[in-house]
């Protein structure tokens, strides 16, 4: 919910790698609440840490921080014991101790946007931050101009929407969570698509239930004309959720707005962008008209993009959670389970099961499966917080049942989706989660750029084979070869070369 391109490199600054020595658990809570926190200017703001867990006591360096909405430098700061201080700081220097509850914050009259608070912990206490030996924890806080009834704790309801997004006719078909996309959507992607029937005709966006919008995004193409608006909203406090390419913002919406002056122009292959970010707090009923998707001006985006999360639910697997960023990832829900039963909901589902039959027709993105290949695998080396140098070996998000995919962002392997049917027994074309010997050379062949079959018609053959070895339940090494139409029946001839690529969990 921040500019993205800040973020980017704020978490790389900020405690994306995981501890190689978990000494304790650091906690950290606003209110009280370790999820996602919303409130009103006028409202107090307390925050608060405990380490829990702790089991040895060597000396560490002790890491508190928040990231804010206000322009740089005043974007990051660093708790430093005593004050917040836009240097980077260390806040103690002490051994690891369980601690019930210290209070480091307390204050009111937050200016309006989105904080993420940080308490992290390295073991190498030499007062910088070093990432290879760092566990954390952070807490999200929206402060909003007012918080209306709407915006209060959502109880024990998911029925909070009741009108579709789009016209049923805008839209023939949704695609569910998990969709890949390398490089930008290596991993599954978060949210899901509702595709349009002609990307060519504006089509109007509505409010699914009440919400308050609270971020308002926009992307420009400078290179080639066009802009893209994502819309950040909460519809109560635990439950947020975004669209992400309309073509338009209602001018009621736009004239509420301050000036886009929190900007970034960036390069995107030959293309030059501009991304701007504006916090804002407006209420808005259900069904009001929010823009337009596609037509005349937009990007030539496909779909409209819908993802939401509920900090409510049971936070989601992953094997190397310091990798994933906050609620982002963690609370993933599938949008439509969110609609009340009702007309709406039965077409939504319906045009989910348009792309995908088989069960929980939404889709999902929790797929690591500890000691095994399947899930998320990073560039060994790199602490990166984008998706461009690693990589996914999962099930297909519109067919998981026959169907994988090898979601490939790095370029030395060859950036691209493989899609391949599973073979039940052997060594070749197998499912991820059934790969756990160690030392064993495994290969993937009869590749395709999607999960539709090239006899169809619906996808297209992509040359050479991926050979993969899982060293340890942390570490695989990779390669592609395209001088294989297919793997070879002993696949233990094949041989890694300097093409070869390491990965880590």
Request: glycine residues 6%; contains cysteine.
């Amino acid at each position: 919910m921040m500019n993205l391109i800040l973020k980017s490199l704020l978490m790389v600054i900020l405690l994306l790698v995981p501890s190689l020595m978990r000494a304790g658990t650091p906690v950290i809570r606003a209110n009280g609440n370790q999820g996602n926190v919303v409130v009103a200017v006028s409202d107090s703001v307390a925050i608060s840490i405990s380490m829990v867990d702790a089991v040895t006591d060597p000396i560490a360096d002790w890491w508190i921080a928040v990231t804010t909405p206000l322009p740089a430098p005043d974007n990051l700061y660093f708790f430093n014991r005593s004050a917040w201080t836009t240097e980077s700081q260390v806040a103690y220097q002490q051994p690891f101790s369980n601690i019930d509850s210290l209070e480091i914050l307390n204050t009111t009259s937050m200016p309006i946007g989105i904080y993420n608070f940080y308490f992290g912990v390295d073991l190498n206490p030499n007062g910088e931050l070093d990432m290879n030996s760092l566990v954390y924890a952070l807490v999200e806080v929206a402060v909003l101009s007012v918080v209306e009834p709407t915006s209060g704790s959502c109880g024990e309801t998911t029925n909070v929407f009741s009108v579709a997004p789009l016209e049923s006719d805008a839209f023939f078909q949704i695609d569910p969570l998990g969709a890949t996309n390398p490089s930008a959507h290596t991993f599954p992607t978060v949210h899901t698509y509702m595709m349009l029937s002609d990307n060519s005709v504006s089509r109007n966006v509505f409010a699914p239930g009440d919400i308050t919008l609270t971020q308002v995004n926009l992307v420009e193409n400078l290179s080639k004309g066009g802009t893209d608006y994502s819309l950040n909203f909460t519809s109560c406090t635990e439950i947020t959720g975004y669209f992400d390419h309309l073509s338009s913002i209602n001018s009621e919406i736009s004239d509420q707005l301050a000036a886009f002056d929190n900007c970034n122009q960036y390069f995107a292959g030959p293309d030059e962008y501009r991304f701007c970010s504006q916090p804002t707090s407006i209420e808005i009923t259900t069904g009001y008209n929010l823009g337009t998707v596609g037509g005349p001006g937009s990007q030539g985006s496909a779909a409209l993009d819908f993802g939401l999360r509920d900090t409510r639910i049971t936070p989601l697997h992953y094997t190397n959670p310091a990798r994933v960023v906050a609620s982002d990832q963690v609370f993933v829900v599938c949008p439509y389970d969110y609609f009340e039963p009702g007309s709406a909901k039965t077409v939504l589902f319906d045009k989910l099961g348009n792309a995908r039959s088989d069960p929980p027709v939404c889709g999902t993105v929790e797929h690591d499966v500890d000691d095994t290949l399947q899930g998320r695998w990073y560039l060994k080396g790199t602490n990166d917080f984008s998706e461009n140098d690693h990589t996914a070996l999962v099930p297909s998000n519109t067919a998981p049942v026959t169907t994988g995919v090898l979601s490939i962002g790095n370029s030395d392997v060859g950036t691209a989706a493989f899609f391949f049917d599973y073979r039940d027994s052997g060594l070749i074309n197998r499912r991820f989660s059934e790969v756990s010997q160690f030392d064993t050379i495994y290969c993937w062949d009869s590749l395709r750029n999607r999960t539709g079959t090239i006899a169809s018609g619906s996808a297209q053959a992509l040359s050479g084979i991926i050979y993969v070895k899982l060293i340890d339940e942390i570490n695989l090494v990779m390669e592609r070869s395209t001088q294989f139409s297919s793997c070879p029946a002993n696949v233990s001839t094949l041989n890694f070369t300097g093409n070869v690529v390491d990965f880590v969990r």
